[in-house]
C-alpha cells in the first residue's frame, strides 16, 4: 500500500518573495529568524528578503557547506535570544536542512541524535516543529518541499531527519534569486535535480502520481540545464530549473536510491568538503549501470522524456552531459581518497536510501559502486 502525501503550500514564480509577509502572517509568525549563508548575504538577498519584511529581521548567516550539529545549536541559540516564533530559511539544500533542524530543537528536546531516523527517530518529531517558510536560492536540492534535513553530527555522521511535521509549512520559489548564480553551482545543483527526478522514477516502490512528476522534472532538467549554465541571465531557463528542482523534492519522498546512499556519507567528510550535487552528477552512471535489468522500461521511458535518441545509453547520456557541464570525471579528481572507501560503503548500507534502489545493494555491492565511481 502506498502512502501518498502532496505536500504543502508552494509561491512559485518570479516576484514570488513578495508574498512572504502574508505568508507568515497566515502562519501566526511576527518575529521570523532567517537562517541563510554568508554567501546569501554578500549577494544581497538576504536583504532583498529583509527589504519585504516589516521591521528588523534577525539574521543567522553561520550555515556551513554541509550543515552541522554545531551550527543547528548556534542557530537556536540566536533564535532564542531574538525571541523568534518561526523561521525563513534562505539559501541551498544546506540552509534549508540547517534551518529544519532549528525549527525541530526549538520545541523538541535535544540531543538531535534521537530523532535520527535510521536510529527510530520519526515517530518523535511532533507537529509542534517551529513554523518554517522555506525559499530556496539554488535550483536543485529541492529540500524546499521535502520531509527531510540532513545534518552532520558532532562524530561525523552524516543522518537523515525525516517526519511529515519537518516539511516546511510554505515554500516560496522565486527563480529571480537564481540569476546570479554562478555557472559552476547552477550545474552541480541542477544535476541533483535531474538525480533526484531519475532516482526517484527508477525506485520500485509503488508510486504512480510520484513518477509522473519525476518524468516530467527529468526532461525539463535536461532540456533547460546547460541553457541555465550557458546564460545565468535567462529567465525561462531558470524558471525551469526550479521547477525541475521544485519536482524532484515533491517526488523524492517515493524514496531515493544508491546515488544518494553514497552521497551522503561523502557529504559528511570534513576534507575534502565535496558538494552534493556534484556528487551525485559524477556518481549517477555508475549507479544507472550497476542498477540496468531491475528497472522494466524505465531508462528507455526516460530517455524517451530527456530528448535522447532511441536506444541511447542513459548512463553515457549523463557522462557526456557531466562532460559539457564541466564536472570532474570521478570521486578521485574530487579529492576522494582510497583510504575513507571501507568507511563510506558503511555509511552508505546504513544510509536511509539505499532500501529504495532498484537492485539490492549490500556492501560487496557498494564497494564494486564506489570504485567504478572513484574511477
Ligand atoms: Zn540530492
Known amino acids: 500500500m502506498a502512502l501518498i502525501n502532496y505536500l504543502t503550500k508552494i509561491q512559485f514564480d518570479f516576484g514570488a518573495v513578495e508574498t512572504l509577509p502574508d505568508e507568515l502572517k497566515a502562519l501566526g509568525v511576527s518575529r521570523p529568524l532567517i537562517v541563510t549563508d554568508a554567501g546569501i548575504v554578500a549577494a544581497g538577498l538576504a536583504a532583498r528578503v529583509k527589504d519585504c519584511l516589516p521591521g528588523v529581521t534577525p539574521v543567522f548567516d553561520g550555515t556551513p557547506p554541509n550543515p552541522t550539529e554545531e551550527a543547528v545549536e548556534a542557530a537556536l541559540a540566536v533564535y532564542r535570544e531574538a525571541g523568534c516564533d518561526g523561521i525563513v530559511a534562505l539559501g541551498g539544500g544546506s540552509s534549508i536542512d540547517l534551518a529544519k533542524g532549528v525549527a525541530l530543537l526549538a520545541t523538541h528536546d535535544g540531543p538531535l541524535e534521537q530523532y535520527a531516523v535510521i536510529l ?19 535550483a536543485g536540492t529541492g529540500s524546499e518541499v521535502g520531509r527531510g534535513a540532513l545534518i552532520t553530527l558532532r562524530d561525523g555522521r552524516k543522518l537523515g531527519f525525516i517526519a511529515p511535521s519537518m516539511i516546511p509549512k510554505v515554500a516560496v520559489c522565486d527563480p529571480e534569486l537564481t540569476l546570479g548564480l554562478p555557472a559552476g553551482l547552477t550545474a552541480a545543483t541542477g544535476m541533483d535535480a535531474l538525480t533526484h527526478c531519475i532516482e526517484t522514477f527508477i525506485s520500485p516502490r509503488d508510486n504512480a502520481v510520484a513518477d509522473a512528476i519525476a518524468i516530467d522534472g527529468a526532461g525539463r532538467a535536461m532540456k533547460w540545464i546547460e541553457k541555465a549554465v550557458a546564460d545565468g541571465a535567462d529567465r525561462d531557463a531558470r524558471w525551469n530549473m526550479m521547477m525541475a528542482s521544485l519536482q524532484g523534492g515533491l517526488t523524492f519522498q517515493k524514496g531515493l536510491g544508491a546515488v544518494h546512499g553514497m552521497s551522503h556519507p561523502l557529504g ?20 544507472l549501470r550497476y542498477n540496468a535489468g531491475h528497472v522494466g522500461d524505465k531508462y528507455e521511458r526516460l530517455a524517451a522524456a530527456m530528448g535522447l535518441p532511441a536506444g541511447a545509453d ?12 564541466g564536472m570532474p570525471a570521478n570521486l578521485r579528481a574530487m579529492g576522494v581518497i582510497d583510504a575513507v572507501i571501507p568507511r563510506m560503503v558503511e555509511g552508505a548500507v546504513a544510509d536511509h536510501s539505499t532500501a529504495s534502489n532498484p537492485r539490492p545493494v549490500d556492501a560487496a555491492g557498494y564497494e564494486a559502486l564506489f570504485a567504478a565511481a572513484m574511477g
Do not use: C, S, Y
Open 120 to 138: 527510530g527517530g520519526m515517530p518523535k518529531i511532533t507537529p509542534a516543529v517551529a513554523p518554517l517558510i522555506a525559499v530556496p536560492t539554488t
Open 268 to 287: 559528511g567528510l570534513k576534507d575534502p568538503v565535496l558538494h552534493h550535487g556534484t556528487l551525485n552528477a559524477v556518481i549517477l552512471p555508475a549507479v
Open 314 to 325: 542513459l548512463a553515457e547520456a549523463i557522462e557526456a552531459l557531466n562532460q559539457r557541464l
